[in-house]
């Protein structure tokens, strides 16, 4: 009997112990982008030397640093858009549809996921350049493309599987074309999906270095900033605009699920 | 409510897939108003055919009309088709009663929430117009289908096993309810199911399929009174078939002559009336009696089949279903009604009686065995 109680005492508390400090080891670099981000720095923010609102106040202080950071806001825009729209079209000619080569075609799909993105990289550099494509903003941006698609094409995939195809025979039944059928009832249920898709191509676009260091010539990103100043002292205005992208994060989160909730009371409430 | 349906015909219609043939030359006149059922084996090709109704699939030959329309190469939306699906397919994105004005919305009919708010009262689930799918019980999204289906008034609906996945009771009160609606909105209905109770108690007309072809088609005592193969003879319902040769004919009677016996058997009742034949009788028209003493109700115009011996007894209360030997013939099922409490034991040495007018006789090729469902 004291053996039993003894070994419920222990599940009691490892759960939440364990659970408590994989979050701390989450979080604890975002934890010190934060507190850095109101730290009164001199020429590098590694040590702290006192509270200020100052770099929350002139975030663009640090010539080159807004720009960057609306320079990654914007080819991550465009590429998630565009490796969206397209990858949702793959996906579903992926995954619907039975053709020649379709095995080949899927493998070809994972690839980028699977090279080096130094190769990938490099490659892209000699192809853009034996083109004789000028480096910049749009060899970055189609160098995101590329990669996000894979991403994309892998999350809605998943998602178009867990559809019963009968949805859409009900639909044509109920007098929907093809397209209406599409938008009435396959898209709305592919949303989750393909807000999933976005997001992360979002993430990984905004996030990466290597590609756009290789394919952007004098065109800079975020990531490439932060390179660059590091060898000098990463401003602290730096952890303003990552905090500030994690806050709007968090908040968009937060939103939905406020949002969420409120509807499911709204529909109890009209049942 | 103005009557909607139209007649269905089906011409010649073959559906192949690669190699396989799924429906076989299969031609078919359904009239406007009728409760129709395809029963058949899972495979037989019944739902094809549906869904070539449907358009959701097209024949690789033959045509298909509504009314006098030839809708053949028309797609699933333009055909004034609706189905309920086995699954249901109901939107899961949808409310219950944005699901049963989907079609009408498409159609741009401009009462359409109202429409479809009466649909919901038909079915009775007004009450749970605002739910989702998910929420609602099987019962109650098979009736949702219903509504779905029903609320566009179309020339033809079609049921796609749709009592399936209900339990028993609940499917015995939608087979009833069905009914009803269907008497109630004058669509012509096509039922497709394996289970032929279902199909006797609920349709009009039956067509019994396998292997992609139509066995037989007509009303369901007809069927079962005097099936035409030993299909029919043994997936609806339960058969006794046994080989016979044709040893005399007068015209309207040919005399059977089978394993040392005789019997009669109608000519009007035969598929074949000549040389060896396949002679049928359905279990509860043939009366066992102890050897030697003949039911009270036998006279002129019944046949003895003597030196069966009770192999088993099957006790189900109304009736007791006995399998009875018969030297040269192999084994006969008899149901008897338990109209007294003393029955036969295993054993016991029995001859067997029946009406000569009951036998039915069907081609001497049959295969005695077709349309057995494997347990």
Redesign the interface.
């Known amino acids: 009997m004291k053996q039993l109680a003894h070994r419920i005492d222990i599940s009691r508390w490892f759960v939440p112990v364990v659970a408590g400090l994989s979050f701390f080891y989450l979080l604890v670099p975002i934890v010190y982008i934060l507190i850095y981000s109101f730290n009164d720095s001199g020429r590098t923010n590694l040590t702290w030397r006192g509270f200020t609102l100052s770099n929350w106040q002139n975030p663009c202080r640090p010539a080159g640093l807004c720009d960057a950071f609306i320079n990654s806001l914007q080819v991550a825009l465009i590429a998630t858009v565009v490796a969206t729209v397209l990858g949702t079209m793959i996906a579903f000619g992926l995954e619907r549809f039975r053709f020649k080569f379709a095995g080949s075609a899927n493998l070809l799909v994972f690839l980028p996921l699977t090279a080096p993105e130094v190769v990938l990289g490099a490659s892209l550099l000699s192809q853009f350049l034996n083109l004789g494509v000028q480096l910049g903003m749009t060899t970055t941006v189609l160098s995101h493309i590329m990669f996000c698609i894979s991403f994309v094409v892998v999350t809605i995939r998943a998602r178009i599987a867990t559809l019963d195809p009968k949805l859409e025979e009900a639909a044509a039944d109920l007098y929907a074309s093809a397209s209406t059928a599409f938008w009435k009832v396959t898209f709305p249920l592919l949303i989750p999906g393909i807000a999933a898709a976005a997001l992360l191509s979002f993430a990984i676009s905004f996030d990466d270095f290597i590609v756009a260091n290789f394919n952007s010539g004098s065109y800079t990103t975020l990531p490439q900033f932060m390179y660059v100043a590091a060898r000098r002292g990463i401003p602290a205005e730096a952890n303003v605009i990552g905090s500030f992208m994690f806050l709007l994060a968090v908040s968009l989160v937060v939103a939905v699920q406020v949002w969420r909730y409120w509807r499911r009371r709204s529909l109890e409430r009209a049942v | 409510m103005a009557a909607s349906g139209k007649d269905l015909v089906l011409e010649g219609i073959t559906k192949r897939f690669g190699d396989y043939t799924a429906v076989d030359d299969l031609s078919l006149h359904v009239p406007a108003g009728r409760f129709f059922a395809l029963l058949g084996p899972s495979g037989c090709g019944k739902s094809t055919t549906l869904r070539m109704i449907?358009?959701?699939e097209h024949p690789t030959s033959g045509r298909v009309y509504i009314g006098d329309e030839d809708v053949t190469a028309t797609?699933?939306?333009?055909r004034e088709?609706?189905?309920v699906?086995q699954?249901y397919?109901?939107?899961?994105?949808l409310s219950i009663l944005e699901n049963v004005a989907?079609?009408l919305k498409?159609?741009k009919v401009p009462d359409a929430v109202e429409q479809a708010k009466a649909a919901l009262e038909l079915v009775e689930l007004a009450h749970?117009a605002?739910?989702?799918p998910a929420?609602l019980s099987g019962g109650q999204q098979q009736r949702v289908a219903l509504a779905?289906?029903v609320v566009?008034r179309p020339h033809v609906l079609l049921l796609d096993e749709p009592l399936g996945a209900l339990d028993m009771k609940l499917r015995r009160q939608m087979q009833t309810e069905l009914k009803t609606i269907q008497d109630e909105v004058g669509v012509t209905f096509i039922h497709v199911t394996h289970d032929q109770e279902e199909a006797m108690t609920m349709a009009d007309t039956v067509a019994v399929m396998n292997a992609g072809r139509i066995e037989q088609i007509g009303p369901p005592d007809e069927l079962y009174d005097l099936p035409a193969t030993a299909f029919v003879a043994n997936f609806l319902g339960k058969s006794n078939l046994f080989e016979a040769t044709v040893t005399e004919s007068n015209g309207d009677w040919l005399s059977l002559s089978f394993a040392g016996t005789t019997t009669g058997l109608a000519a009007s009742r035969a598929v074949q009336t000549t040389g060896t034949i396949v002679a049928g009788i359905r279990p509860e028209k043939i009366i066992a009696a102890p050897a030697g003493q003949p039911p009270a109700s036998a006279g002129s115009g019944w046949a003895k089949v003597p030196g069966g011996r009770v192999t088993s007894v099957s006790y189900t209360g109304v009736s007791t279903e006995y399998e009875i030997a018969v030297q040269g013939l192999g084994e006969f099922t008899v149901f008897a009604q338990n109209l007294h409490s003393t029955g036969f034991t295993e054993g016991d040495q029995v001859d067997l009686w029946w009406e000569e007018s009951n036998l039915f006789g069907l081609a001497g090729d049959a295969d005695t065995e077709a349309g057995i469902e494997e347990v």
């Open positions: 449907a358009g959701l797609k699933a939306h333009q088709v609706n189905t699906f699954s397919a109901l939107f899961p994105h989907f079609g498409r159609k749970l605002q739910r989702k929420q779905r289906a566009n």
